[in-house]
């Protein structure tokens, strides 16, 4: 049963190989955001990298309402959602010269993404749904546009107008509102989830990059092991329990406020989320190559910096969705970032291996034993 008030959730099918498709090809952008912060560790590269992955991420999440709305079994459906991800394949080409050359190639590539997504949505996603969209559809053309000229223009004012197309598309939402959306639980905690379990491999193929060419000696495995413990510790976090109560309270929300809560969790959390990943995985590839010199400040505050914003997004997560026991991860956030010293004074190796202790620590700690989530769980069905 659900919560007094709230309705049947919608129903909706799994995650489709289509939308699998389009994670890849989605990820492909993460891939070149980690690649552009690992040659410029600086902090215009990390703004930089910020604001393309809040530009980014923010389409990104409404091509997963978007299937979450529409069948993807209709010929022109599926058509439509190919050519959107063209669009993302079009500006994740352009990443790494997004700011020296290639911006507009990065416009143009979101331009068609919006621009897809708007029409898409208008068409087949029923008549509430096209009634929000086109309350939303100004601000993410007028902030695509943004970036057209911003990346035409380049220099300074790209930087502003990136910006201010950043700034507006995260907050219209919150504005003119989302009421209109209904959310499928189930499709789309797992379709968020899909794409969180790929952005962590990214780490992982960090550790490889980071590997290729060097001797294979055991200074080499230890490193490289514990880089792959440290995005095992990541995946613990999320997945280990908190997506399957994610759903439950998704499910038991009346629909208004199911919309509310999936853009702040899912949106403003999970970006948080991903920029950790991202920064994780840099700073991974840069101990990887080092692992028992010290570390500069810049790849072990990325390195440490990525573990605390990563659980601070977790924390977040719950938080919104209020699944409880969070205190732990906050508390390893905070512990994370005092690794530093570990990297910059003793070693990458040390840095790392703290991290991996930390965030299982956080982890573990973070999640309630059996008792306590069959309790949740016999709540949840009385409620």
């Given at each position: 049963?659900?919560a007094?008030?709230?309705?049947?959730?919608?129903?909706?099918e799994r995650?489709?190989?289509?939308?699998?498709?389009?994670?890849?090809?989605?990820?492909?952008t993460?891939?070149?955001?980690?690649?552009?912060?690992?040659?410029d560790?600086?902090?215009e590269?990390?703004?930089h990298?910020?604001?393309?992955?809040?530009?980014?991420?923010?389409?990104?999440?409404?091509?997963?309402?978007?299937?979450?709305?529409?069948?993807?079994?209709?010929?022109?459906?599926r058509?439509?959602?190919?050519?959107?991800?063209?669009?993302?394949?079009?500006?994740?080409?352009a990443?790494?010269?997004?700011f020296?050359?290639?911006?507009?190639?990065?416009?143009?590539?979101?331009?068609l993404?919006?621009g897809?997504?708007?029409?898409?949505?208008a068409?087949?996603?029923?008549?509430?749904?096209?009634?929000?969209?086109?309350?939303?559809?100004?601000?993410?053309?007028?902030?695509?546009?943004?970036v057209?000229v911003g990346?035409?223009?380049?220099?300074?004012?790209?930087?502003?107008?990136?910006?201010?197309?950043?700034?507006?598309?995260?907050?219209?939402?919150?504005?003119?509102?989302?009421?209109?959306?209904?959310?499928a639980?189930?499709?789309?905690v797992?379709?968020h989830?899909?794409?969180?379990?790929?952005?962590?491999?990214?780490?992982v193929?960090?550790?490889?990059?980071?590997?290729?060419?060097?001797?294979?000696?055991?200074?080499?495995?230890?490193?490289?092991?514990l880089g792959?413990l440290?995005s095992?510790?990541?995946?613990?976090?999320?997945?280990?329990?908190?997506?399957?109560?994610?759903?439950?309270?998704?499910?038991a929300?009346?629909?208004?406020?199911?919309?509310?809560?999936?853009?702040?969790?899912?949106g403003?959390?999970?970006?948080?989320l991903?920029?950790?990943?991202?920064?994780?995985?840099?700073g991974?590839?840069?101990?990887?190559?080092?692992?028992?010199?010290?570390?500069?400040?810049?790849?072990?505050?990325?390195?440490?910096?990525?573990?605390?914003?990563f659980?601070?997004?977790?924390?977040?997560?719950r938080?919104?969705?209020?699944?409880?026991?969070?205190?732990?991860?906050?508390?390893?956030?905070?512990?994370?970032?005092?690794?530093?010293?570990?990297?910059?004074?003793v070693?990458?190796?040390?840095?790392?291996?703290?991290?991996?202790?930390?965030?299982?620590?956080?982890?573990?700690?973070?999640?309630?034993?059996?008792?306590?989530?069959?309790?949740l769980?016999?709540?949840?069905?009385?409620?």
């Amino acid at each position: 049963m659900t919560a007094a008030g709230a309705p049947a959730a919608p129903t909706s099918e799994r995650v489709t190989t289509l939308e699998l498709f389009f994670d890849l090809v989605f990820v492909f952008t993460i891939t070149q955001l980690s690649a552009v912060l690992a040659h410029d560790l600086s902090w215009e590269g990390i703004a930089h990298v910020a604001v393309m992955l809040g530009l980014i991420w923010f389409m990104y999440g409404g091509y997963v309402w978007l299937t979450n709305a529409i069948a993807l079994d209709e010929p022109l459906n599926r058509t439509l959602l190919l050519a959107g991800m063209c669009g993302y394949f079009i500006l994740a080409l352009a990443i790494p010269g997004a700011f020296d050359g290639s911006g507009l190639t990065f416009g143009i590539g979101y331009l068609l993404v919006v621009g897809v997504h708007a029409w898409l949505f208008a068409r087949a996603g029923g008549a509430d749904a096209a009634h929000a969209i086109l309350r939303l559809a100004p601000s993410n053309v007028g902030s695509a546009a943004l970036v057209l000229v911003g990346g035409a223009i380049g220099g300074t004012a790209q930087i502003v107008l990136w910006s201010v197309a950043f700034v507006a598309e995260w907050v219209v939402p919150k504005i003119v509102g989302n009421d209109d959306f209904d959310v499928a639980p189930a499709h789309f905690v797992e379709r968020h989830g899909l794409v969180v379990i790929v952005a962590i491999g990214e780490s992982v193929v960090a550790i490889g990059i980071g590997a290729a060419e060097l001797a294979i000696d055991a200074e080499l495995v230890l490193v490289a092991v514990l880089g792959l413990l440290l995005s095992a510790g990541l995946w613990w976090t999320y997945f280990g329990g908190d997506d399957e109560r994610a759903e439950r309270a998704l499910a038991a929300l009346p629909r208004r406020e199911r919309a509310h809560a999936a853009l702040d969790a899912f949106g403003y959390a999970h970006l948080a989320l991903l920029l950790g990943i991202i920064c994780l995985a840099v700073g991974l590839k840069k101990a990887t190559g080092h692992a028992y010199d010290p570390l500069g400040t810049g790849p072990a505050l990325t390195l440490a910096g990525g573990a605390a914003l990563f659980l601070l997004g977790d924390v977040w997560f719950r938080a919104v969705l209020h699944i409880r026991r969070s205190a732990p991860r906050a508390l390893g956030a905070l512990v994370a970032l005092a690794t530093i010293p570990l990297g910059t004074e003793v070693a990458a190796v040390a840095q790392v291996a703290a991290l991996v202790a930390v965030v299982a620590v956080a982890a573990m700690a973070g999640a309630p034993g059996r008792a306590s989530a069959r309790r949740l769980e016999a709540r949840a069905a009385i409620s």
